[in-house]
T-cell receptor, first 112, second 114 residues
Framework: EDKVVQSPLSLVVHEGDTVTLNCSYE??????LLWYKQEKKAPTFLFML????IEKKSGRLSSILDKKELFSILNITATQTGDSAVYLC????????????FGTGTRLAVRP | DTGVSQNPRHKITKRGQNVTFRCDPI?????LYWYRQTLGQGPEFLTY????????KSRLLSDRFSAERPKGSFSTLEIQRTEQGDSAMYLC????????????FGPGTRLTVL
């Protein structure tokens, strides 16, 4: 059975801290891994990763994939209160019609 | 607003009633997905369409659930004889057919079954 496991489940930090969120997966015919941010509404897309070792970056957020060890990390530097959200990791399999298999998410709270 | 839209945003119903939700995808997207999300969990795949064809259904989609996309544009998800366990956020997403395209999510319909 396909599995996507995120850790930690929740995290509380102070503004300015750097955080690292983890996502490990066990799926057959892996194609890509996606990160989404979910506040009190729909998930919004952050990154899609398909190749190992290539960092994707957007402002203070960055992510990288390790296809050998089957995990990805999402880094957020200089956190702000607006980063408080649930961060979801999802994988896509080949020939799966692009359906997403999500982990349970990491709930991040950034305190002022 | 050219994003994915869903209606209604909230629905409260009594157990045993039927409910129907609507999703309007981004106009040029030919793939449309339905997911269900319960508290503290990530979204779970229910079904997806490519144009008007329903190509895959999850085992989660019992025979009380039916989805349609009659003209390859908007989609409806109907739940018959609702149960309390159906209470969840129902999310719709769309993507274009090109490979490696991300899915864009709508705001969701929150269903509460009393």
């Amino acid at each position: 059975e396909d599995k996507v496991v995120q850790s930690p489940l929740s995290l509380v930090v102070h503004e300015g801290d750097t955080v690292t969120l983890n996502c490990s997966y066990e799926v057959t015919n892996f194609r890509s891994l996606l990160w989404y941010k979910q506040e009190k509404k729909a998930p919004t897309f952050l990154f899609m990763l398909t190749s190992s070792g290539i960092e994707k970056k957007s402002g203070r957020l960055s992510s990288i994939l390790d296809k050998k060890e089957l995990f990805s990390i999402l880094n957020i530097t200089a956190t702000q209160t607006g980063d408080s959200a649930v961060y979801l990791c999802a994988v896509v399999k080949k020939s799966s019609g692009d359906k997403l298999t999500f982990g349970t998410g990491t709930r991040l709270a950034v305190r002022p | 607003d050219t994003g994915v839209s869903q209606n209604p945003r909230h629905k409260i119903t009594k157990r045993g009633q039927n409910v129907t939700f609507r999703c309007d995808p981004i106009s040029e997207h030919n793939r449309l997905y339905w997911y269900r999300q319960t508290l503290g969990q990530g979204p779970e795949f229910l079904t997806y369409f490519q144009n008007e064809a329903q190509l895959e259904k999850s085992r989660l989609l019992s025979d009380r659930f039916s989805a349609e996309r009659p003209k390859g544009s908007f989609s409806t998800l109907e739940i018959q004889r609702t149960e309390q366990g159906d209470s969840a956020m129902y999310l719709c997403a769309s993507s274009s057919r090109d490979l490696y395209n991300e899915q864009f999510f709508g705001p969701g319909t929150r269903l509460t079954v009393l």
